[in-house]
């Protein structure tokens, strides 16, 4: 019951941060993008090194 609560009020809270503030949510999503592309590429580096 609270995982669903926590999940709706989440999503809520996603569009409302979107709509209010569009130019702060996008920046807030081009660093968690950012951060995931860093990622990806340590782990190709990784594996690019541990094959060669």
Do not use: C, H, Y
Not at 11 to 21: G, P, T
Not at 32 to 48: K, R
């Amino acid at each position: 019951m609270i995982k669903k609560i926590m999940t709706w009020g989440g999503i809520a809270f996603l569009i409302f941060f979107i709509a209010f503030r569009p130019d702060s949510a996008a920046s807030v999503f081009k660093s968690i993008g950012g951060g995931i592309m860093d990622i990806a590429q340590g782990f190709g580096d990784f594996f690019t090194s541990l094959v060669a």
